[in-house]
């Protein structure tokens, strides 16, 4: 195994580990904004954000053959993983972004499971449309599916993955804090670099379990989902709020900048250590 230790105190990250991080974390939904803000309605000083990895939308929105137009979406039935999660939140955007209304257009949403599932449900007629990440709606366009909305077309922000601590830990381990983000900082560039693309396939095809076609469509889409200064977004963060608001109105409540502490990111990038980890990796984050 190719191994690489990265910066952190008492933890290690390896080289055929931390690509998968920001893949797999939006397939499980592990530590999801969406569950962060709800706790913080119980203790509104707890957490807080340190940073945000990923706040642009990744998802195309895909139909069966039959729906041709974003109009044929009305009363129709949308797979997603959770209510209140990502893929809810994104589904979401692109009705808004269309003009459709959830209530007024009586459109559904069946929680069926993750896209894998998701993509299998439309195929099956269970559901009749999705937000899904290119490696799984590039798979759909060729047996007819519509793509109704490309990724790129959705130029909303929000956050879907992020770094969140405890306020307590953070005052007391904020050293503990910024070798753990500066990992995650290390980590990505390692990702992101185009001579470890190998690697990563690799990768890819060993842990999720993939043949190379599939891997080299998930590095495209590690490769558009992932920003390169993870400095949270006040804007993505309160279009997440603005949803979330559907389902637990008591989270309009919460003061966006009373849940972001970009302390540590600010001083990593002032200090030229992100720029410095990407050169590392043979990359220049200057336009």
Do not use: C
């Not at 909303?156 to 007391?172: I, M, P, T």
């Amino acid at each position: 195994m190719s191994s690489s230790p990265l910066h952190a105190q008492n933890l290690y990250l390896f080289a055929d580990f931390p690509p998968i991080v920001p893949f797999r974390l939006k397939r499980r939904r592990v530590a999801e904004t969406r569950h962060r803000l709800r706790r913080h309605e119980r203790a509104r000083h707890d957490l807080k954000i340190l940073a945000a990895f990923s706040t642009r939308n990744t998802y195309d929105l895909v139909a069966r053959p039959t729906i041709k137009r974003a109009e044929d979406l009305r009363g129709k039935r949308f797979g997603v993983t959770s209510i209140g999660g990502t893929v809810w939140m994104g589904a979401l955007l692109w009705l808004e972004h269309f003009g459709l209304d959830v209530q007024r257009d009586q459109i559904q949403f069946q929680v069926i499971g993750d896209q894998t599932i998701q993509m299998q449900a439309m195929e099956t007629g269970i559901i009749d449309a999705a937000v899904l990440d290119g490696v799984f709606s590039r798979r759909l366009k060729p047996k007819g599916y519509n793509i109704i909305g490309e990724y790129s077309d959705l130029k909303q922000l929000y956050v879907s993955q992020a770094l969140v601590v405890q306020q307590k830990f953070l005052q007391q381990r904020a050293d503990t804090a910024e070798n753990l983000l500066k990992a995650e900082i290390e980590a990505i560039a390692f990702s992101l670099a185009p001579k470890n693309k190998p690697t990563i396939i690799k990768t890819f095809m060993r842990r999720l379990k993939i043949d190379a076609t599939s891997a080299e469509e998930g590095y495209a889409d590690l490769q558009r989902a992932i920003d390169r200064k993870p400095d949270p977004s006040p804007e993505g963060l309160r279009t997440v709020q603005r949803l979330m608001k559907i389902r637990s109105p008591k989270v309009g409540e919460i003061k966006v900048e009373d849940v972001v502490d970009n302390r540590i990111i600010r001083k990593l990038d002032e200090s030229g250590f992100i720029d410095r980890a990407y050169a590392a990796q043979g990359m220049s984050l200057k336009p």
